[in-house]
């Protein structure tokens, strides 16, 4: 799909395209959404550009990903999209910077761009030129990966409490820490690629920075500038929330540890208390002509009260020591 992009009275209007229609010349931003073979090629000749195919943004290396071709720059970066899902998943993202458009394509539709298309339609100023409209995108995108890194740091404190939490009584309570290392997992991975959204979209402004791109104005520059200092902080931030994760993934495999411990604690104890009255009771199981006090008339209650002694003093003994 081809949706254009022009200023109004009021802000960027969209518009679809058809792969026959001619592109408007007051035209700003051209976005490609998952294009077929037929609107790659009328963008190519329309515009006089390459644009290229997915095939082609996934087997650029990353060193090659930002390069100047006649007097269009192409930039492709990684983007974490579907945050909101159980499996957020990076893919390519190409933005074209010519002298008088910017044309992205992408085959995945990321909740930034619909963001920065309702906020374009109502603030013409902002978007006015195409390096605007490109600079708009990526604090888009670094906006929403700021969100997303805030709601981890806050999911990590909650899994925090719940794991090191007491019922009151100075014991843990108990808990299906199976589901907490999926959490932590989750969050870890969510971090893992907000890590290299962020180390693309770094790469990407800096080269923005030190182009020469006759419409990369000084407002233009002013505001990659401060983009380039949140990207920088933004991956700070998500390095203290991978050291969280990390950290709760420690104290998550230790309280299990303890839990493993305490079960094996348990049936060892049970097993030594129980070990000594199996030990009588087999003595005086055994089918011998001739066994001590088997005849005696209290022989029954002797072999009782002495495996009930047996048991009871290893449990007085373990739960002194305070093994109990």
């Not at 006649?70 to 983007?79: F, I, N, Q, R, S």
């Not at 991956?235 to 203290?240: E, G, Q, V």
């Not at 050291?243 to 097993?271: E, R």
Request: with cysteine; net charge negative.
């Amino acid at each position: 799909m081809i949706r254009y992009y022009a200023l109004d009275g009021h802000g960027l209007r969209g518009n679809d395209v058809t792969a026959a229609a001619v592109l408007p010349r007051e035209t700003l931003w051209i976005d490609l959404l998952e294009p077929t073979v037929e609107e790659e090629l009328k963008v190519e000749r329309d515009l006089g550009i390459d644009v290229p195919t997915r095939e082609e943004m996934r087997e650029i290396e990353t060193s090659n990903r930002l390069y100047e071709e006649g007097d269009a720059l192409y930039m492709t970066a990684t983007v974490v999209t579907k945050l909101d899902t159980d499996r957020p998943t990076s893919d390519q993202i190409t933005f074209i910077l010519t002298p008088d458009r910017l044309i992205t394509n992408r085959y995945v539709d990321p909740l930034p761009f619909r963001r920065y298309v309702a906020y374009a339609e109502k603030h013409s100023v902002q978007c006015n030129t195409a390096p605007a409209i490109l600079a708009g995108l990526l604090e888009s995108i670094v906006n929403r990966i700021a969100d997303v890194l805030e709601r981890i740091g806050t999911d990590m404190d909650t899994l925090s409490n719940e794991v090191f939490a007491s019922n009151g009584t100075g014991l843990h309570r108990s808990r299906d820490f199976r589901l907490v290392l999926e959490r932590v997992g989750r969050n870890g991975d969510l971090v893992s690629k907000a890590r290299e959204t962020l180390a693309s979209l770094g790469r990407l402004v800096v080269f923005l920075q030190q182009t020469n791109h006759p419409q990369i104005q000084n407002d233009a520059r002013n505001r990659l500038r401060t983009l380039g200092r949140d990207i920088a902080q933004m991956s700070d931030h998500a390095t203290f929330i991978g050291n969280k994760v990390q950290f709760m993934l420690d104290a998550t495999l230790g309280m299990i540890n303890i839990d493993q411990n305490n079960i094996l604690k348990i049936f060892s104890v049970v097993t030594l208390i129980m070990l000594p009255p199996s030990v009588i009771g087999g003595i005086f199981g055994m089918n011998f002509a001739v066994i001590p006090f088997s005849q005696h008339p209290f022989g029954f209650e002797l072999a009782i009260g002495l495996m009930v002694l047996s048991a009871v003093t290893p449990f007085v003994m373990f739960k002194r020591r305070g093994w109990l």
